[in-house]
């Protein structure tokens, strides 16, 4: 049976497999078909569509964009675009430089806290999308904390006395964005959001679907997001949002959409 998984991070991001590592682990649960949907960054892409073809999964490109809208947090996932787009190269860039400068405020609130981390051991974790997460593997490295969720919770989560929201990037501007590079928007995880007031003035925005399908939520918490995609005539998309072992509840292919609905999205695949 065809299987696509469209969201799941790699080693670009915050997740701990590498493309390759992702896509072997997609051939060996038996997945047909993957988009690697990495925070704010497409460079698995340099390294990932070769690999693909060589295992015979197909590949569309995806990526999960960090955006803000009415002071509210929304991860807009783009999906189909094209991977040389001036544009989607741009906004990645825009982020990188974003993410360098909250990482760098988050770092000098936990140092006020007496919870000292140096930007050179952020930036010795590599040349990928550094955000929280990393921030808080460092913290439980340091002895901090003991879990990634109590960093959130106690410190770096939204809110938190650690939290920074950094630039925002407006869900519109994206939108726009992920559309000049030949895209399609899709909503994330909408199952997370709250305020609804506010729910239903993104939803007037011109996305072209929404990610009706989500890691292990069940078919009852999925209805009522069917419903709005079928109302508006967007497309529904699906995905695990698999990190590997710093989320190790999520498997990779535990939320997947069909062969009909991943032809839908993607026309340009490797
Ligand atoms: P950032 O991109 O730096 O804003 O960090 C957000 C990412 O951190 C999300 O995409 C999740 O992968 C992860 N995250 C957010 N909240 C939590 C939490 N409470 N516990 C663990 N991970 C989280
Ligand atoms: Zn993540
Ligand atoms: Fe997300
Ligand atoms: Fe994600």
């Given at each position: 049976?065809?299987?696509?998984?469209?969201?799941?991070?790699?080693?670009?991001?915050?997740?701990?497999?590498?493309?390759?590592?992702?896509?072997?682990?997609?051939?060996?649960?038996?997945?047909?078909?993957?988009?690697?949907?990495?925070?704010?960054?497409?460079?698995?892409?340099?390294?990932?569509?070769?690999?693909?073809?060589?295992?015979?999964?197909?590949?569309?490109?995806?990526?999960?964009?960090?955006?803000?809208?009415?002071?509210?947090?929304?991860?807009?996932?783009?999906?189909d675009f094209d991977l040389e787009s001036p544009e989607i190269?741009?906004?990645?860039?825009?982020?990188?430089?974003?993410?360098?400068?909250?990482?760098?405020?988050?770092?000098?609130?936990?140092?006020?806290?007496?919870?000292?981390?140096?930007?050179?051991?952020?930036?010795?974790?590599?040349?990928?999308?550094?955000?929280?997460?990393?921030?808080?593997?460092?913290?439980?490295?340091?002895?901090?904390?003991?879990?990634?969720?109590?960093?959130?919770?106690?410190?770096?989560?939204?809110?938190?006395?650690?939290?920074?929201?950094?630039?925002?990037?407006?869900?519109?501007?994206?939108?726009?964005?992920?559309?000049?590079?030949?895209?399609?928007?899709?909503?994330?995880?909408?199952?997370?959001?709250?305020?609804?007031?506010?729910?239903?003035?993104?939803?007037?925005?011109?996305?072209?679907?929404?990610?009706?399908?989500?890691?292990?939520?069940?078919?009852?918490?999925?209805?009522?997001?069917?419903?709005?995609?079928?109302?508006?005539?967007?497309?529904?998309?699906?995905?695990?949002?698999?990190?590997?072992?710093?989320?190790?509840?999520?498997?990779?292919?535990?939320?997947?959409?069909?062969?009909?609905?991943?032809?839908?999205?993607?026309?340009?695949?490797?």
């Open positions: 049976m065809f299987r696509a998984d469209l969201h799941c991070h790699s080693t670009f991001s915050d997740g701990t497999f590498t493309p390759e590592q992702l896509l072997r682990h997609a051939k060996e649960v038996g997945l047909s078909a993957l988009s690697i949907t990495d925070h704010d960054t497409i460079e698995a892409y340099t390294v990932a569509p070769p690999i693909a073809k060589e295992l015979g999964l197909l590949l569309g490109s995806g990526v999960e964009f960090s955006t803000m809208f009415r002071g509210m947090s929304i991860h807009v996932l783009g999906y190269h741009a906004l990645c860039a825009r982020h990188q430089k974003r993410r360098h400068d909250r990482n760098k405020r988050i770092l000098e609130r936990l140092s006020r806290l007496s919870m000292p981390i140096y930007e050179e051991e952020l930036l010795a974790m590599g040349e990928r999308s550094l955000g929280r997460p990393h921030i808080a593997q460092l913290m439980i490295k340091k002895g901090y904390v003991s879990t990634i969720r109590e960093a959130f919770n106690l410190y770096i989560g939204d809110g938190k006395p650690c939290f920074d929201p950094g630039e925002g990037i407006s869900t519109e501007e994206t939108l726009a964005i992920i559309r000049k590079g030949g895209g399609k928007s899709f909503l994330a995880h909408p199952h997370l959001l709250e305020h609804a007031n506010k729910i239903k003035e993104l939803l007037k925005l011109p996305f072209d679907g929404i990610e009706c399908h989500y890691a292990r939520f069940t078919p009852d918490k999925e209805k009522r997001w069917i419903k709005i995609a079928q109302e508006k005539g967007w497309l529904i998309s699906g995905g695990s949002d698999f990190h590997g072992s710093v989320k190790e509840y999520i498997s990779l292919g535990c939320s997947w959409v069909n062969e009909e609905t991943f032809n839908k999205i993607f026309q340009r695949r490797t």
